[in-house]
């Protein structure tokens, strides 16, 4: 198994909501968690859903051996539809540390002035003089193999699919390390940012989605790996969220 070349996935289900009288609705969860039912402080016109699993290497760490990422990405079945006057925020992350997603969304994802990624290493506390102090926690980039956040609007100069709007991303900025790990495991999570401050009635449609990463499983010096278990133990007790931290 050393020094092979390994490609890890893990598929996560379809989401489709529907906006109607002022809210966000679903008949069909598959395993997405609403944050705002969870949290309820979040707005009713932006909602924000995610969805986490995770991927056990442990094989690979009970052999010694270190995995350097090479490639990542999503393969997504079908394009995203949203509704026609608003954004749909698109965050994918496969992390070596477990992320608390209504921490994070709450204190950065959901908040304007505080709205940039990657947000996941800042925390932002307001003061009293309404300006913002940047704190940083010991979890940093190198905590995040991969990282893709995409603005997802829609384009009138593209037809609609049976009335239903699709979109197309508008910016995108990938961010992450693909630093070696040697944690037991990979966490993927998704979270979709739901916009829509004119009430505007209409749908969410999420495709079923493949999470890839491609690596090479290789052998360090006794030092270098111990060092390397240190940091992934570290950060694999700790949600990346900032309660507590």
Request: glycine letters at 8%; a negative charge.
């Amino acid at each position: 198994m050393e020094n092979d070349i390994v490609t890890l996935v893990e598929e996560i289900p379809n989401l489709d909501l529907r906006f109607q009288t002022s809210s966000w609705g679903t008949s069909t969860y598959n395993g997405w968690r609403d944050l705002k039912d969870e949290d309820g402080q979040f707005g009713t016109t932006r909602e924000c859903w995610a969805y986490q699993t995770d991927i056990d290497v442990s094989g690979w760490g009970n052999q010694g051996l270190t995995f350097y990422p090479l490639q990542a990405g999503v393969q997504e079945g079908y394009m995203f539809s949203y509704i026609n006057d608003d954004v749909l925020q698109v965050i994918d992350v496969i992390s070596d540390s477990p992320l608390d997603v209504v921490d994070f969304a709450l204190k950065n994802v959901l908040t304007n002035f505080g709205r940039t990624l990657p947000a996941l290493y800042q925390d932002t506390k307001q003061t009293t003089s309404a300006n913002s102090d940047m704190i940083y926690p010991p979890l940093v980039f190198e905590n995040i193999l991969y990282g893709n956040s995409r603005n997802m609007a829609y384009n009138s100069n593209f037809p609609t699919a049976g009335g239903t709007p699709l979109v197309m991303p508008i910016n995108q900025n990938d961010f992450g390390s693909m630093n070696p790990t040697a944690t037991n495991k990979l966490y993927i999570t998704r979270l979709l940012v739901c916009d829509n401050s004119l009430n505007t009635d209409g749908f969410m449609n999420c495709p079923p989605t493949r999470f890839i990463l491609k690596g090479q499983l290789m052998r360090e010096s006794d030092l270098s790996y111990i060092f390397r278990l240190k940091d992934s133990f570290k950060t694999t007790q700790t949600d990346v969220g900032y309660n507590g931290l």
